[in-house]
């Protein structure tokens, strides 16, 4: 039922250029076009589009895929836990093609040269109403699976009102949250309430008197089918994020209530019920098996681009990537309360290939316009990719982690496992908008701290055991944080607690002792009221003395069990 041909006939159109790359941008434009990204059999009489995990990036970019992406107990060495090599083979890419630059890290640099950058939100305009002119508006609901308002410096100095504003233009038929919340509740609700769409999150709840602060649901009709839409924001928040930005909220999975909310949809006439998730791929899988009647669960969360729609048991699962580089369309063809067929595509945002849309172009510049000054600022340049994504390290984090140890003078530096933020290429500069793509938060003050070897310990464990719990629903998704100055071994098939040994300094190889305190720095605690700097000018400061940089390969965490 899924056709694989149609996305990947745009590794098949440039299969050529991989040959030969003398004038590589030039021949993929020529080779690659709007028309073939867009090629599509329409299938039954509803279009759904999923875009999810867009951390605010209106402008086009570059974004590095994972090269490790462990899974651990039944998700092993399946999708979405398969990269480079391993993920091109399990999906039938050619080496070297727009479908493998778009989703892989396999030769990166030079497909990153050939291809261009990717997403923009004047791009994704262009796809999204070209589909709904093809296919009849009637018929298509377009679906933002939340982290949309954060991860920018525009968007963290309006209060998420720039991408507010942006994708007001897409028209969303609904969407669901995780980082909105770090914009504190007060934000959140009065932003919620001027959508003019729906704001959903079933699992979101006041404390005190067990209500729900969201609507959990609401019923669209497309092509003469009744949609049930279920929205799940991340059930995490309070324990990923600040809970003293949210501390009147309680969240969680609510495995329970999202059948009692299926439930109601199907009483309430409703033909096909989605569920717009921000749970992560792992416990998404893991809840299809549990709950029943969800037709599809569009996924978010762990920011998985997944070219194919994946079944379990009668729920589709679809992972539509990140950053505004992909959006996902998916065709149903709904009769009699049942999908009798269906067809996905995933669709890459190649920036030079698609045209912009001239009304959301013109709503970026204008949101952007009073900050552009600061964005273009130039801190240094690169010799090496900076990036993020990785179950252990990014450069890009191998950087924040040396500006913090120079800046405040530490032994250790910790930087969070997150996997927002655009990449830089060698030879480019390094500029304000790069690093606050990396950074922007509401809590990024620096702290400096003595800590214990056994805190440090338990620091690693915890974050390991949000990553590598064989049951999905004590996965919080996210990277190991980012560790500088530090070095240790993890096994990832062992049990909480005693995973992580062998730690050491890792510029004198000195055992860590438990009862010896270091110095230890680091940003993004969830605690209230810490003191520091902001981590873009401990960043910044770096740079100024450090205007180069170069970035080798780092080894200090051996993995053992992958």
């Known amino acids: 039922m899924i056709s694989r041909r149609e996305f990947f006939q745009v590794a098949a159109a440039t299969a050529a250029i991989a040959k030969g790359a003398a004038s590589g941008r030039a021949i ?15 299938v039954g009489n509803v279009t759904l589009l999923h875009l999810t995990d867009i951390h605010a990036q209106l402008m086009p970019l570059y974004f590095r895929e994972p090269s490790v992406n462990i899974g651990v107990g039944a998700a092993r060495g399946h999708v979405p ?9 399990r999906f039938g890419v050619a080496e070297g093609s727009a479908a493998a630059y778009a989703m892989s890290c396999e030769n990166f640099e030079a497909l990153a040269k050939t291809y261009g950058r990717v997403g923009g939100l004047d791009r994704v305009a262009t796809i999204i109403k070209a589909i709904r002119a093809e296919r009849g508006a009637d018929k298509v609901a377009l679906l933002d699976g939340g982290d949309t308002w954060q991860g920018s410096w525009t968007a963290l100095k309006t209060g998420g009102r720039d991408v507010i504003d942006c994708m007001a233009l897409l028209k969303p038929d609904a969407m669901t949250a995780h980082w909105e919340f770090t914009y504190g509740a007060d934000r959140v609700k009065e932003a919620a309430a001027a959508l003019g769409f729906p704001f959903l999150a079933l699992n979101v709840r006041d404390s005190e008197w067990n209500e729900p602060v969201f609507d959990p649901m609401a019923m669209l009709e497309r092509g003469g089918v009744k949609i049930a839409v279920l929205g799940q924001a991340f059930p995490y928040t309070p324990v990923a994020n600040p809970r003293w930005m949210v501390p009147d909220w309680s969240f969680g999975i609510r495995e329970e209530e999202v059948q009692a909310q299926v439930d109601k949809a199907r009483k309430a006439g409703a033909d096909l019920v989605v569920l717009l998730s921000h749970n992560g791929f792992d416990v998404d899988r893991k809840l299809a098996t549990r709950v029943r009647g969800i037709d599809v669960i569009l996924s978010g969360h762990t920011h998985d681009a997944v070219p194919e729609a994946i079944p379990v048991g009668k729920t589709l699962i679809v992972a539509s990537g990140s950053s505004g580089k992909f959006i996902a369309r998916l065709d149903l063809d709904v009769r009699g309360g049942e999908v009798k067929a269906y067809r996905h595509k995933l669709i890459p945002i190649f920036s030079d290939v698609i045209a912009p849309d001239p009304e959301m172009a013109a709503r970026i510049a204008e949101v952007r316009k009073p900050y552009a000054a600061d ?17 252990f390290n990014g450069t890009f984090d191998d950087l924040i982690c040396d500006a913090i140890l120079a800046e405040r003078d530490a032994e250790i530096a910790l930087s969070p496992g997150f996997r927002w933020g ?16 990396m950074t922007s938060i509401t809590y990024p003050n620096v702290y400096r701290n003595a800590m214990t070897g056994e805190q440090l310990k338990a620091v690693l464990e915890d974050v390991a055991d949000n990553l590598f719990n064989v049951d999905p629903y004590y996965q919080q998704g996210g990277d190991m944080v980012r560790a500088g100055g530090l070095a240790y071994t993890i096994d990832v098939t062992k049990d909480r607690g005693k995973r992580i040994s062998g730690m050491t300094l890792s510029k004198t190889g000195v055992a860590i002792e438990s009862a010896h305190e270091y110095q230890v720095a680091g940003w993004a605690s969830v605690n209230q009221d810490v003191k520091g700097p902001p981590v ?3 960043v910044a400061n770096y740079l100024a003395t450090n205007k180069s940089v170069k970035l080798e390969q780092n080894r200090a965490v051996k993995v053992v069990g992958a």
């Open 422 to 437: 655009a990449s830089v290429l060698p030879g480019q500069d390094i500029t304000f908008e790069d690093l606050t793509n």
């Open 81 to 89: 836990h398969l990269t480079g090599a391993d993920f091109l083979k």
């Open 28 to 42: 993929a434009q020529q080779k690659l076009t709007q028309a073939d990204l867009l090629a599509f059999a329409p």
């Open 375 to 391: 964005l273009a600022r130039v801190l240094g340049t690169t010799e090496s990719t900076l990036f993020r994504r990785g179950n």
């Open 536 to 538: 873009w000018d401990v």
